[in-house]
């Protein structure tokens, strides 16, 4: 019993006083002068604003749009690969049901989209409206109403048009 009262006590001390604290000495700040500056001329007065002026950070729309142009926009077919393993990578389009947008995009070089060979190039289309998408996702069996999940690869308007965030 005597030790929680102890206890309380330096707790209440504690409340109470505070922390040892360093002491800051301050100084005198000696007043600002005004100095009249010569008249600027006009182009010299943007100049200065634009200079003063803070750098506006982008959009959360704005960086995903940057990020989304970075992914790549064609890939190398390795041996053991099929359109659906190229639609699911990450950096495709991180949803296996959008392999159709891949094989409607390469159908000069894909004659059947289960027959791939290595070292086949194909375009990854990063340009599609949301009908396409949901055709392509309909194609591939994925189910209603077709919409890729949330992390997908997918272009910044569509994410809008869906109201999912960036």
């Known amino acids: ?16 006083f505070g922390c040892a604290k360093k002491q800051v000495k301050s100084e ?6 005004e100095t009249v500056a010569p008249q600027a001329q006009p182009s010299e007065q943007v ?29 190398t077919v390795r041996k053991g690969e099929c359109l659906w393993w190229i639609a699911e990578y990450k950096e495709i389009y991180n949803d296996p049901f959008m ?13 059947n989209p ?3 060979y290595p070292n086949q190039v194909f375009v990854v289309p990063r340009d599609f409206s949301l009908e396409e998408l949901k055709a392509s996702r309909k194609m591939a069996g994925a189910p209603r109403p077709y919409l890729p999940p949330q992390d997908a690869n997918i272009p910044a308007n569509l994410r809008q048009e869906l109201g999912w965030s960036f």
């Not at 005198?28 to 002068?33: G, I, M, R």
């Not at 604003?49 to 959009?59: C, N, R």
């Not at 392999?99 to 004659?111: F, S």
Request: hydrophobic fraction near 45%; proline fraction near 10%; charge should be positive.
């Open 47 to 75: 100049q200065e604003t634009q200079e003063t002026q803070e750098p506006v950070a982008p959009s959360p729309m704005e960086l995903y749009e940057q990020k989304y142009a970075q992914l790549p926009t064609a890939h």
């Open 99 to 111: 392999w159709p947008l891949i094989y409607k995009a390469n159908r000069d070089k894909i004659k």
């Open 114 to 116: 289960d027959l791939i």
């Open 1 to 16: 019993m005597k030790k929680l009262a102890m206890a309380l006590t330096l707790v209440a001390m504690f409340f109470a």
């Open 28 to 33: 005198p700040v000696a007043p600002k002068q």
